[in-house]
Structures are given as structure tokens and as C-alpha cells.
T-cell receptor, first 114, second 113 residues
């Protein structure tokens, strides 16, 4: 069964450092997302990406965040200068179509900023 | 702000009984509704989705949607200990044609053997 894969599964970084979280969406999917979940809180939308550009971004997704699809298969989330409050699980998701199609989630990257 | 509300629980249900999980949403224009199960430290896993008013059954799970009341629920029949997890209600919200999932806080369900 096709799946969304994310690497690494756990990343520990020092405050102020840059991190890149990587995702390989399902191959025929067109819509890509990053969500995050701070421990004990709800899953929150960060950004959506379609046709090689950002479709929508949340208030959380400020200038410290960026996304790229550099080679047609990987989909990355970069945080330029991490803050303690960026510690969370980051989930990548992809879907093949709109409205009633399922978003498939990767297993997540746990980011810990120290 | 488009909101999705769930009772955070914990909800405790004896094994073999019916577990009932509820969710309300604020965006009257929402068309698609999803129930995800999330085990601690894991990613959300889709159980089922619904977009028409009424009931939709899949095995032991039944989703119910009432758009007039902006209410969606999930029933789990013959509850098993392995059903113990957090259940996330998610609504597909659309903003100028762009879609995203808006999640509730989740209901923590414990099935008591």
C-alpha cells in the first residue's frame, strides 16, 4: 500500500538552528500539506502546496518557515531559526484530489528544540 | 475563525458496548467530514469520511452527519480494547478554493476490558 514517508522520525536541534523536515508524498498525489501538533494540543494546519506553489498558509507559517518540492518527489519544510515553541510533531500529508478524497498522513517527525 | 469542537474526554466505555463520539463545527459551508484515530505519539489514521446527511456504516463504525445542526458523530459498536485511542474529528474547510483539514482537539476513548 502506498504511504507518505517522513524523515527523520525524531530531530533534536538547538534553538536558533535551521532544520529541514523531509517528506516523500504518495507518487500520484497533487496536493501536499504540513500540519503540526504540539504535545497535548490539536493538529494544526501550517501550509498547503499545489502546482509547485503555496496555496494557503496559516498564521503560524511566518517568515521563518518555507516549503519546497525540489525534485518532484520530496516535499520539505524548513524552519530557518528554530524557537523553543517550534517543538512539536510535524506531519506531512498528501492527497490525490479535492473535497472528498482522503488525506494520507506520514508517520511524523518529532522536533525537539533545546 | 472556523472551529471544530469535541469533548476532550476521557470517555470510558466497557468492552463490547457502543462508544459514541460527537463533534460540532462552525463553518456552515463545510462539505466533507473525517474521523481519524490517533494512538499516542503516532500520526492520524483515517477511519472514515462522510459528506451526505444521514448515516454511513463501515464495519463496526457508523458516522452520522446532520448539516442543519452542524453536527457529526461516530459510533463504535462492540468496542474492543484496541479501540482505545484519541479520535479526531476533522472538517474539510475551503478558503477561496483552497482546502485544508481543520481538526478538533480530539476525544480520548478508553475501552475497559
Amino acid at each position: 500500500e502506498p504511504e507518505v514517508t517522513q524523515t527523520p522520525s525524531h530531530q533534536v536541534t538547538q534553538m536558533g538552528q535551521e532544520v529541514i523536515l523531509r517528506c516523500v508524498p504518495i507518487s500520484n498525489h497533487l496536493y501536499f500539506y504540513w500540519y503540526r501538533q504540539i504535545l497535548g494540543q490539536k493538529v494544526e494546519f501550517l501550509v498547503s502546496f499545489y502546482n509547485n506553489e503555496i496555496s494557503e498558509k496559516s498564521e503560524i507559517f511566518d517568515d521563518q518557515f518555507s516549503v519546497e518540492r525540489p525534485d518532484g518527489s520530496n516535499f520539505t519544510l524548513k524552519i530557518r531559526s528554530t524557537k523553543l515553541e517550534d517543538s512539536a510533531m510535524y506531519f506531512c500529508a498528501s492527497k490525490s484530489g479535492t473535497r472528498d478524497t482522503e488525506a494520507f498522513f506520514g508517520q511524523g517527525t518529532r522536533l525537539t528544540v533545546v | 475563525q472556523k472551529e471544530v469542537e469535541q469533548n476532550s474526554g476521557p470517555l470510558s466505555v466497557p468492552e463490547g458496548a457502543i462508544a459514541s463520539l460527537n463533534c460540532t463545527y462552525s463553518d456552515r459551508g463545510s462539505q466533507s467530514f473525517f474521523w481519524y484515530r490517533q494512538y499516542s505519539g503516532k500520526s492520524p489514521e483515517l477511519i472514515m469520511f462522510i459528506y451526505s446527511n444521514g448515516d454511513k456504516e463501515d464495519g463496526r463504525f457508523t458516522a452520522q452527519l446532520n448539516k442543519a445542526s452542524q453536527y457529526v458523530s461516530l459510533l463504535i459498536r462492540d468496542s474492543q480494547p484496541s479501540d482505545s485511542a484519541t479520535y479526531l474529528c476533522a472538517v474539510n474547510t475551503v478558503n477561496f478554493g483552497n482546502e485544508k483539514l481543520t481538526f478538533g482537539t480530539g476525544t480520548r476513548l478508553t475501552i475497559i476490558p
